[in-house]
């Protein structure tokens, strides 16, 4: 079985900055894959950014990182440089030897100016 | 490249009614997922198509079944909806090989059930 923990349920961060939403994960399978999607009040789910189990580098899209930290089965999403538009619901999710994703109960995030 | 889409984008049934959403793939994917996501939380894996065969399930009853069509568009099929049916359901293609098969997602069906 699968599971993500994202213990954050809202965090605040000023325009311009940077912030951390945190995402640990645990899974049996020996080869797994990470994911981070946005979720705008729209509903529709994005695609942020992928992280391997066996990728040695961190993940980086744009203003997007992960901090992928193997032995503490954490793979935390890095925003930088903030934007009121970044204002959204922000989900961890991972996948398996099955295709399917597991996905965290979410973190609320509000960019102010 | 089209994305993914879905119909209709909100839906209001009774308790016990049968609804049927649609989901058209990405081009170029052909594999579907479908995912409930109930208000105030993440969404939950209901099932998977590949090549029109299922693909996998997750912990969700009989009366939810699926199919998928050799143009690889899908259907989630709720049969004798209970009002806890009441939720996003979410639909996501993906292609074998692909980063690890990232799933893209549609725009979603707002199911109301009363």
């Known amino acids: 079985a699968q599971k993500i923990t994202q213990t954050q349920p809202g965090m605040f961060v000023q325009e311009k900055e940077a912030v951390t939403l945190d995402c640990t994960y645990d899974?049996?399978?020996?080869?797994?894959?990470l994911f981070w999607y946005k979720q705008p009040s729209s509903g529709e789910m994005i695609f942020l950014i992928y992280q391997g189990s066996y990728d040695q580098q961190n993940a980086t899209e744009g203003r997007y990182s992960l901090n992928f930290q193997k032995a503490r089965k954490s793979a935390n999403l890095v925003i930088s440089a903030s934007q009121l538009g970044d204002s959204a619901m922000y989900f961890c999710?991972?996948?398996?030897?099955?295709?399917?994703?597991?996905f965290g109960t979410g973190t609320r995030l509000q960019v102010t100016l | 490249e089209t994305g993914v889409t879905q119909s209709p984008t909100h839906l209001i049934k009774t308790r016990g009614q049968q609804v049927t959403l649609r989901c058209s793939s990405q081009s170029g994917h052909n594999t579907v997922s479908w995912y409930q996501q109930a208000l105030g939380q993440g969404p939950q894996f209901i099932f998977q198509y590949y090549r029109e065969e299922e693909n996998g399930r997750g912990n969700f009853p009989p009366r939810f079944s699926g199919l998928q069509f050799p143009n690889y568009s899908s259907e989630l099929n709720v049969n004798a909806l209970e009002l806890d049916d009441s939720a996003l359901y979410l639909c996501?293609?993906?292609?074998?090989?692909?980063?690890?098969?990232?799933?893209?997602f549609g725009p979603g069906t707002r199911l109301l059930v009363l």
């Open positions: 996501a293609s993906s292609s074998p090989g692909a980063l690890q098969e990232t799933q893209y």
């Open positions: 899974t049996s399978d020996p080869s797994y894959g």
């Open positions: 999710a991972i996948s398996g030897t099955a295709s399917k994703l597991t």
